[in-house]
């Protein structure tokens, strides 16, 4: 591949490759970031259906199905929930992929949150069956919160580019 000037250039590059891809986002800490960033990109909406900020439990669970005991035993910030909202975020705009953000933007003493950190996943759909989930944490130690929520939607979008890259061979 040529170079690509950005991970959003890269991933339209990517999406629009033979077989062509349809993306959703679930956003939760990162609040539209992510999003942005996807967008940011003139063609975008040949491949990027939209997304949701889902910030609360009630509107996790209404849209993307998440589910709602496990998820408020952890706050809704786990591997488990991020992989449940990007799955649900595939099913509500019918994409073949999902990517989705959740975490903490800012210290948390009461939940016992030193730094920021985010959980992100990626999932991956072919005719409606999921063939792929992956998920991984990302550290913000001493970020902002404005800090933090760029930089997790950065590496979220680093994430499935990678996983594209992987994907494309």
Same mark, same amino acid.
């Given at each position: 591949?040529?170079?690509?000037?950005?991970?959003?250039?890269?991933?339209?590059?990517?999406?629009?490759?033979?077989?062509?891809?349809?993306?959703?986002?679930?956003?939760?800490?990162?609040?539209?970031?992510?999003?942005?960033?996807?967008?940011?990109?003139?063609?975008?909406?040949?491949?990027?259906?939209?997304?949701?900020?889902?910030?609360?439990?009630?509107?996790?669970?209404?849209?993307?199905?998440?589910? &709602? %005991?496990?998820? #408020?035993? +952890?706050?809704?910030? $786990?591997?488990?929930?991020?992989?449940?909202? /990007?799955?649900? =975020?595939?099913?509500?705009?019918?994409?073949?992929?999902?990517?989705?953000?959740?975490?903490?933007?800012?210290?948390?003493?009461?939940?016992?949150?030193?730094?920021?950190?985010?959980?992100?996943?990626?999932?991956? &759909? %072919?005719?409606? #069956?999921? +063939?792929?989930?992956? $998920?991984?944490?990302?550290?913000?130690?001493? /970020?902002?919160? =404005?800090?933090?929520?760029?930089?997790?939607?950065?590496?979220?979008?680093?994430?499935?580019?990678?996983?594209?890259?992987?994907?494309?061979?």
């Amino acid at each position: 591949m040529s170079q690509v000037s950005s991970p959003s250039a890269e991933l339209k590059v990517f999406m629009l490759t033979s077989p062509r891809l349809t993306l959703a986002v679930a956003e939760s800490l990162t609040c539209g970031c992510l999003q942005a960033r996807i967008g940011e990109v003139s063609g975008a909406s040949e491949y990027f259906l939209g997304g949701i900020t889902a910030y609360s439990l009630d509107q996790k669970v209404a849209h993307l199905g998440v589910n &709602r %005991r496990a998820a #408020r035993k +952890v706050n809704c910030v $786990s591997a488990a929930v991020a992989e449940e909202m /990007a799955r649900g =975020v595939c099913r509500l705009f019918g994409s073949d992929l999902g990517v989705a953000t959740t975490g903490y933007a800012e210290p948390s003493p009461a939940a016992g949150v030193a730094d920021p950190f985010a959980w992100w996943a990626v999932a991956h &759909r %072919r005719r409606g #069956r999921f +063939v792929a989930v992956r $998920s991984g944490r990302i550290e913000c130690p001493g /970020a902002s919160r =404005v800090d933090a929520q760029r930089f997790v939607a950065d590496g979220a979008l680093a994430e499935l580019v990678a996983y594209l890259r992987d994907l494309r061979g």
